[in-house]
């Protein structure tokens, strides 16, 4: 049966960089909140436009408005048969009851909650230093400090332009990490006593920290 995972951690953890390697060998959709925000901000819808300056200053964007986009995208991929694996939601824990709510009704559970745990002093180096590839999300992330591109500037694997997200600074990422202690973290309990966490160490390299998270989420799993 598909496995339905959520990636989890503080801002530039890992999140999105690991998310390849899982969907890789689960047969994963891979589902960043934060990507679908971003696209919308970049096409100016309607979503996009309430979205952005919350983003861009590091805040949240409403419950309402997240579990919306999430239900919408998980669903027909449920339907399907499908696996998935979701980055930067839950966030509250009113999401995380939504998410219940959404899996029960559709006769599905969640089996893993991957925890990256890493020092918040490791995470200034990683955000203020991190590139987009401007046409694809699922292409890099690359960084300036640990990752470049091989040419400054441009995508690898595209040749499409890199850029900078906005909420990468120091100020936002403190905005950032104080709402990941205050709303973000009481949500491990909800997920501890539903005994579906693993932890994984996410300061390593990144082949060190997906060889574990693989591992981890073999065991806990038996797939
Ligand atoms: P979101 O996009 O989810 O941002 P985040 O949670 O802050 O996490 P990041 O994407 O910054 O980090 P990551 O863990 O993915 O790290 P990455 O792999 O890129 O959300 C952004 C905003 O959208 C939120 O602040 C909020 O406003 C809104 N939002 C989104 N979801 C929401 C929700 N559910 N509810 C309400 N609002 C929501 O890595 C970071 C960098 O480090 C990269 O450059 C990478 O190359 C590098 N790196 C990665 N691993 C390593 C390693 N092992 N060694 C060295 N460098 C590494
Ligand atoms: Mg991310």
New binding site residues.
């Given amino acids: 049966m598909a496995l339905n995972c959520v ?1 989890f ?11 390849e390697g899982v969907c890789r060998k689960y047969g994963l959709e891979h589902l ?7 696209e919308a901000i970049r096409r100016k819808t309607p979503l996009g436009l309430k ?1 952005d300056e ?2 861009s ?7 309402d ?2 579990d919306g ?2 239900r919408n995208r998980i669903v027909p991929l449920i339907e399907a048969g499908k696996g998935i694996l979701l ?6 824990v009113e ?1 995380a009851h939504f998410l219940d709510d959404i899996l029960e009704e559709m006769n599905a559970r969640l089996d893993v909650v991957a925890v ?1 745990e890493i020092e918040s002093q ?2 200034v ?3 203020c ?4 590839c401007s046409k694809d999300t699922e292409h ?8 470049p591109p091989k040419v400054p500037g441009i995508c690898d694997d595209c040749g499409s332009d890199l850029f900078q ?1 906005p ?2 600074n120091e100020q ?2 403190e ?2 990490m104080e ?2 202690r205050q709303q ?1 973290l009481p949500i491990l309990e909800h997920y501890r006593e539903k005994e579906v966490l693993i932890k994984v160490a ?8 997906r060889d574990c998270l693989l591992s981890e989420i073999s065991s806990k799993t038996g797939s």
């Fill in positions: 990636i951690g503080p801002p530039g953890s890992g999140k999105g960089t690991q998310a960043s909140t934060g990507d679908v925000l971003r979205a919350l983003i200053e590091g805040h949240l964007v409403p419950d408005v997240v986009i999430v980055d930067g939601f839950p966030r509250t999401q990256l490791e995470l180096k990683r955000i230093g991190r590139r987009l890099g992330p690359y960084n300036v400090n640990f990752m997200r909420d990468d936002a990422l905005e950032r709402i990941y973000t996410g300061s390593g390299t990144v082949s060190e920290v």
